[in-house]
Structure formats: structure tokens, C-alpha cells
């Protein structure tokens, strides 16, 4: 099992552009989460989502932000005309679809973002 | 509010000598504490949670909520252990694992 998947794992974005987070979850996982690491502060939760359900997403920004997940495919996070403070290391991880499920995460190595 | 603390951002330790990563919470409901840690060049990966009260790689958390702690321990550090730590609290309910982390703290375990 390869583990979760991000790429990419660095990404330079200019002020205004798109930035496009991919995610392929651990196989036989189903829940995907986003986590955000600005400098100097803590993770911090954005988005779970299942298979072609976003269940919670109040960590997310109001604007410019959005998830998916998708039938088929990763998930992918999209920040829409990026700014500075955007700049961070995007973290995915995933868990098992079944109840009583251990609580661990699985983590991606991260997508380190860098607005110019 | 839901928070997690951790006082410490480094700890300096001798091999050998006993460890003890402080975490402190703050949450209103019954807690679901984790601690996860992460090696050089190594992804994130889970390395205790309360409810299973288990002792891996010779560490061990005991919950204390009446000090709201969930303090990481280890009798004898060793190198291998030099990493970075976080604690984390469960926020979500159900499967939802929103967690709630702290800063980390950087264990530095010298020969």
C-alpha cells in the first residue's frame, strides 16, 4: 500500500492564479480529510469529505476555497486567486470507511504552497 | 473554546534520561486524545491514543481529566526518539476525526 498520495509536493503560484491540491487517499479508504499549516502555527482542520460528499467543511475559508472528492479520481483542493497569505503546507489524510474505526489518520507528505 | 496546548516548542533530553511531553486541553464533552508524531523526513503517523491505553515504542499517555493533561512519558529516552510530537484532540463527533492540534514539541534526544 503506498500510503496517501499529494502532489504536487511544491507548488509557486503568482497572486491571482489557481492552485489545484491533489490527494489519492490510502486504498480502501473513503474518508479524506484537509489540514492547513500555516508558518509558525498549528495544523489546522479545513475539510472532510467521503466519496461525493463534502460531511464537513466549516475549517474551510468562506471564499476562494473548495473541495472534492470525486466517484473516481483523488480529491482535490482548489484555491481560487490565490493571495500571499495562502502560502502554507496543505496536508491530506485519510481514514477506513468502517464504523468504530480506530481514529487514526494517514497522512500525505503535504503540498507546500508558495504565493509570490 | 476546544484547544490544545503544548508549553514546550523544545525539549533537550540525554539518552538514557526520562522524557515527558506536556499537552494540555481544553473541551467541553469527553475527550478523544491522540499523539502523533513525526520523524526526520517522515510523514505524520499516529503514535498513541488514549483510549486504547497502550505503550508503544516505550511511551505512554495517561489521560488526567481532572488536570485536563494528556502528558507523554518515557522512562529512558533514546536517540531514535528525536522528533517532533503533537498532541491532538478530537473535535468532530461520529467518524469525523476534526482534529485539534497543538504547536508540537521538538524532542531532542542527545547522545
Known amino acids: 500500500n503506498a500510503g496517501v498520495m499529494q502532489n504536487p509536493r511544491h507548488l509557486v503560484r503568482r497572486r491571482g492564479q489557481e492552485a489545484r491540491l491533489r490527494c489519492s487517499p490510502m486504498k480502501g479508504h473513503s474518508h479524506v480529510y484537509w489540514y492547513r499549516q500555516l508558518p509558525e502555527e498549528g495544523l489546522k482542520f479545513m475539510v472532510y469529505?467521503?466519496?461525493?460528499?463534502?460531511?464537513?467543511e466549516s475549517g474551510m475559508p468562506k471564499e476562494r476555497f473548495s473541495a472534492e472528492f470525486p466517484k473516481e479520481g483523488p480529491s482535490i483542493l482548489r484555491i481560487q486567486q490565490v493571495v500571499r497569505g495562502d502560502s502554507a503546507a496543505y496536508f491530506c489524510?485519510?481514514?477506513?470507511?468502517?464504523?468504530?474505526?480506530?481514529?487514526?489518520?494517514?497522512f500525505g507528505e503535504g503540498s507546500r504552497l508558495t504565493v509570490l | 473554546a476546544q484547544r490544545v496546548t503544548q508549553p514546550e516548542k523544545l525539549l533537550s533530553v540525554f539518552k538514557g534520561a526520562p522524557v515527558e511531553l506536556k499537552c494540555n486541553y481544553s473541551?467541553?464533552?469527553?475527550?478523544?486524545l491522540f499523539w502523533y508524531v513525526q520523524y526526520s523526513r517522515q510523514r505524520l503517523q499516529l503514535l498513541l491514543r488514549h483510549i486504547s491505553r497502550e505503550s508503544i515504542k516505550g511511551f505512554t499517555a495517561d489521560l488526567n481529566k481532572g488536570e485536563t493533561s494528556f502528558h507523554l512519558k518515557k522512562p529512558f529516552a533514546q536517540e531514535e526518539d528525536s522528533a517532533m510530537y503533537y498532541c491532538?484532540?478530537?473535535?468532530?463527533?461520529?467518524?469525523?476525526?476534526?482534529?485539534?492540534w497543538g504547536l508540537g514539541t521538538s524532542l531532542a534526544v542527545n547522545p
Open positions: 473541551y467541553s464533552g469527553s475527550p478523544e
Open positions: 469529505l467521503q466519496k461525493e460528499n463534502i460531511i464537513d
Open positions: 491532538a484532540l478530537n473535535g468532530g463527533a461520529g467518524n469525523n476525526r476534526k482534529l485539534i
Open positions: 489524510a485519510s481514514s477506513p470507511p468502517w464504523a468504530g474505526n480506530t481514529g487514526e489518520l494517514f
